[in-house]
Nanobody, 117 residues
């Protein structure tokens, strides 16, 4: 199973970015797909996640600004994170994670998001 993440970058506070992460090589559809953030060697923390049924969970600090979605229509599973009204505290390395039934959990490579004040 391979995950390909993209969409990070440098943006000013108040700006927007959209992250995407495409999964390939999995036989079963991903049950849960999500985004985690890691800052300066700290543990990765959940930012947002979405189930195959569309149920979502968000970190409190991003509610109302970030939207997680997924595309189940294609043969591959893709998860998106639309980030609006970005703040400097949103800065970090963002990782996508997928949970595949009867298989396991997989992480994508990180993508850097930097928000300048």
């Amino acid at each position: 199973v391979q995950l390909q993440a993209s969409g990070g970058g440098l943006v000013q506070a108040g700006g927007s970015l959209r992250l995407s992460c495409e999964t390939s090589g999995n036989f079963w559809r991903a049950n849960v797909m999500g985004w985690y953030r890691q800052v300066s060697g700290n543990q990765r923390e959940l930012v947002a996640r979405i189930t195959i049924g569309g149920r979502t969970n968000y970190k409190d600090s991003v509610k109302g600004r970030f939207t997680v979605s997924r595309d189940n229509a294609k043969d591959t599973d893709t998860v998106y994170l639309q980030m609006n009204n970005l703040k400097p505290e949103d800065t970090g390395v963002y990782y996508c994670k997928v949970e595949i039934p009867y298989d396991g959990d997989y992480w994508g490579q990180g993508t850097q998001v930097t928000v300048s004040s």
